[in-house]
């Protein structure tokens, strides 16, 4: 376990100064400095891969450049860090709350395990990242490892890598609980995302998002089963998503949630290849609500330049933050690099894939009944306190997770492998975003309604009025021009 601290700890401080230029000194910053950390190892195994060199030189080189431009940027534009929140109590309680709850399922971590795809992807990649260009390079182009799926983004075997750098090969463990980490640091930004949607709220409801936010991290866990901590990067992308779609979709517009949502969907984009087309996804869709489209064809026409200014803003918001992960995909291409899931044709029809893949996927998706009842309780009872709290509409949400399932659904349609096979031993764990998104979802609502209820109660009259609001999330989402509308 002090290895996997050092390994955590060493990320975050690498991460850190971003983090805090990102998020601002909030309850997430925690959370997302090894997060960040973790993307560096991943954007230096792309010139590991393209130029040459090992790991942990590029590494170094990309966590200086990281810091270095923070640094600059502050410097240069006067724009320190602000001081820390006045409830600066409730943010330490809050990270203490999600904290605490992630700290229950890693307690699987005193019986270390490896399972089958950490044992035969992500260590098998993270030693080859570790072994430097040429180990690297040969080890994916060989046609002996086309079943671990050499095309896979190097987030995780970047991280096993630079732990085994700092304490040798010797123990495998090291690599894999970094990646069970890794996880509960992706989680934890979820869980901070939930607790900013009730923290400028009354005491009662800042106590009852924390709890929320807690309870989700613990659900994340749940629905990944031993994958979450048995060295599986499942839980990573999906979790990191996740986090995309409620600080980029949920929370309200400001420049500080935008910067984390970004964060979030690189993370995605560098863990898994579905982690990516779902990053991407997520990325439109935060576009379209940061820069909405007008519906008047005729305004589009007598203002061409802004018009098309909007739609290159709306092209940056994509491709900025998807980069890292779009620059591996076509390096990899590039190489001639790829898996076995489309090398062959299925002899299985469409029509029998595609009703194997629906029951397959169905029967991992107990939660989206409730979650539509809930849906539905909320439009018509809290949709005026959602408004009230400058939260996204939860149409967004919804449009982010049917986007995955489609994304998952039109892979195990295309894909050559066997289709019952194939939702056997993966279904559960491609799932998984979708299923923690709802949980979220969720919990979303219930603190709408405690905020609701809270602000009806002391204040009456002014229930129905904007004024009622209950302020903004900690943390600054809404510092910055962003932050001046609400959609």
Same mark, same amino acid.
């Given at each position: ?197 009730? =923290?400028?709220?009354?005491?009662? $409801? +800042?106590? %009852? @998002?924390? #709890?929320? !936010?807690? &309870?989700?991290? *613990? /659900? ?125 044709? =299925?002899?299985?029809?469409?029509? $029998? +894939?595609? %009703? @194997?893949? #629906?029951? !397959?996927? &169905?029967?991992? *998706? /107990? ?121």
């Amino acid at each position: 376990m002090t290895e996997l601290l050092v390994v955590i700890v060493g990320l975050g401080v690498s991460g850190f100064l971003p983090a805090l230029a990102a998020a601002g000194p909030s309850p997430v910053t925690v959370f997302l400095a090894p997060l960040i950390g973790a993307g560096m190892t991943a954007v230096a195994a792309v010139p590991e891969l393209g130029v040459g060199g090992s790991l942990l030189a590029w590494y170094l080189v990309v966590a200086l450049a990281a810091n270095g431009a923070v640094a600059a940027w502050w410097l240069t534009a006067r724009r320190f860090p602000s001081p820390a929140d006045p409830r600066w109590g409730w943010s330490a309680a809050t990270v203490a709350v999600v904290l605490g709850a992630l700290i229950i399922p890693l307690a699987a971590l005193r019986a270390p395990m490896i399972g089958w795809d950490a044992n035969s992807i992500w260590l098998t990649h993270a030693l080859m990242v570790s072994g430097g260009h040429r180990e690297l390079l040969t080890g994916l182009e060989n046609a002996a490892y086309r079943f671990s799926n050499p095309d896979y983004p190097p987030l995780v075997p970047a991280a096993g890598a630079l732990a085994f750098a700092l304490f040798g090969r010797g123990d495998l463990h090291v690599a894999t609980g970094t990646t069970v980490l890794l996880n509960a640091c992706a989680l934890g930004v979820v869980g901070a995302g939930i607790a900013a949607v009730g =923290s400028g709220g009354r005491q009662l $409801t +800042r106590i %009852g @998002a924390a #709890a929320a !936010g807690a &309870a989700v991290c *613990l /659900a994340g866990f749940a629905v990944s089963g031993p994958f979450g901590v048995d060295g599986y990067a499942d839980l990573l992308w999906a979790a990191a998503a996740a986090g995309a779609v409620i600080w980029g979709l949920v929370l309200p517009l400001g420049t500080r949630a935008l910067a984390v949502a970004w964060i979030c969907a690189a993370a995605a984009s560098l863990t898994k290849n579905e982690g990516l087309t779902t990053a991407l996804a997520v990325l439109v869709l935060i576009a379209f609500r940061y820069r909405p489209v007008t519906l008047s064809p005729l305004r589009e026409l007598r203002t061409a330049w802004p018009a098309a200014r909007e739609w290159a803003e709306r092209a940056a918001f994509v491709a900025l933050p998807a980069l890292p992960g779009l620059a591996w995909a076509g390096l990899i291409r590039l190489r001639g690099i790829g898996d076995n899931f489309f090398s062959s044709s =299925s002899a299985q029809s469409l029509v $029998t +894939r595609a %009703g @194997a893949t #629906a029951g !397959g996927m &169905a029967a991992h *998706l /107990a939660v989206v009944p409730a979650a539509a009842a809930v849906l539905l309780a909320g439009c018509c009872f809290a949709r005026g306190d959602r408004e009230r709290a400058r939260l996204g509409n939860p149409a967004w949400l919804w449009a982010a997770c049917l986007a995955s399932l489609a994304i998952i659904f039109g892979t195990y349609v295309a894909g050559g492998y066997e289709i019952h096979v194939w939702l056997t031993y993966s279904v559960n764990r491609t799932t998984i975003f979708a299923q923690l998104l709802l949980y979220a979802e969720l919990a979303i609502w219930l603190v709408v309604a405690l905020d609701g209820a809270f602000t009806r109660e002391r204040y009456p009259v002014l229930a129905g009025s904007p004024s009622s609001a209950g302020g903004l999330p900690a943390g600054g989402c809404s510092s910055g021009p962003a932050g001046s509308r609400s959609r």
